[in-house]
């Protein structure tokens, strides 16, 4: 059973920085297209960034280009998403997700079939 367990997450003052960790089991991780994605209070989950089966491609939503790196350590089962220059806005639980789509680029929630279940990050202005 494909297990997804999500950790980093904290409160950080607008301009900080955090680095959250999904660490995978009972999967084939470098099986897995990997991707985050977060849900802030009375909004829909929204794609943040996704990465390639070897690591090689990302892809990122508009909102954090620029000011978050996805990437992903196939030896050791772990995906990661690096915030920097966090802004009040990026406030939301942010869940890690695996897709076996055979396209790459997907930010469709209902491509993604196993969910952690989500660290929060809080930043204050």
């Known amino acids: 059973q494909a297990q997804l367990v999500e950790s980093g997450g904290g409160l950080v003052q607008a301009g900080g920085s955090l680095k959250l960790s999904c660490a995978a089991s009972g999967l084939t991780f470098r099986n897995y297209i990997a991707g985050w994605f977060r849900q802030a209070p009375g909004k829909e989950r929204e794609f943040v960034a996704g990465i390639s089966r070897t690591g090689g491609n990302t892809y990122y939503a508009d909102s954090v280009k620029g000011r978050f790196t996805i990437s992903r350590d196939t030896g050791k089962n772990t995906a990661y998403l690096q915030m920097n220059s966090l802004k009040p806005e990026d406030t939301a639980v942010y869940y890690c997700?695996?897709?076996?789509?055979?396209?790459?680029?997907?930010?469709?929630?209902?491509?993604?079939?196993?969910w952690g279940q989500g660290t929060q990050v809080t930043v204050s202005s």
């Open positions: 997700a695996t897709t076996s789509v055979l396209h790459f680029g997907s930010d469709r929630v209902a491509d993604f079939g196993s």
